[in-house]
């Protein structure tokens, strides 16, 4: 089973940066997509990133396109979320998720989620 630990969450100024990590115990994750997904405050968890086994194929939600970032390490079993020009509405929780249904958008594909990391973004 894989268990997975999120970090690097934090706050920070509109405009900013931030590099959030997703660290993994247990089996390896080099056979799982992976992907970022994030909940505002009365909002539904909604899509960010996700990224294939290889880390062949990437795909992002419109609103973060051109300023995030997606990416792994499979020999460290490690997933990243670049952050940058960030903004107030990318005020959420972030989180990590794998699942072996391949490259998607929807939570629903993914089996194994992270607790969480809280990202707040000041005007």
């Known amino acids: 089973q894989v268990q997975l630990v999120e970090s690097g969450g934090g706050l920070v100024q509109a405009g900013g940066s931030l590099r959030l990590s997703c660290a993994a115990s247990g089996r390896t994750i080099s056979s799982y997509t992976m992907a970022w997904f994030r909940q505002a405050p009365g909002k539904e968890r909604g899509f960010v990133a996700t990224?294939?086994?290889?880390?062949?194929?990437?795909s992002y939600a419109d609103s973060v396109k051109g300023r995030f970032t997606i990416s792994r390490d499979n020999a460290k079993k490690m997933v990243y979320l670049q952050m940058n020009s960030l903004k107030p509405e990318d005020t959420a929780v972030y989180y990590c998720?794998?699942?072996?249904?391949?490259?998607?958008?929807?939570?629903?594909?993914?089996?194994?989620w992270g607790q969480g990391t809280q990202v707040t973004v000041s005007s």
């Open positions: 990224i294939s086994w290889s880390g062949g194929t990437t």
């Open positions: 998720a794998a699942g072996l249904n391949g490259v998607s958008r929807s939570s629903y594909d993914y089996e194994l």
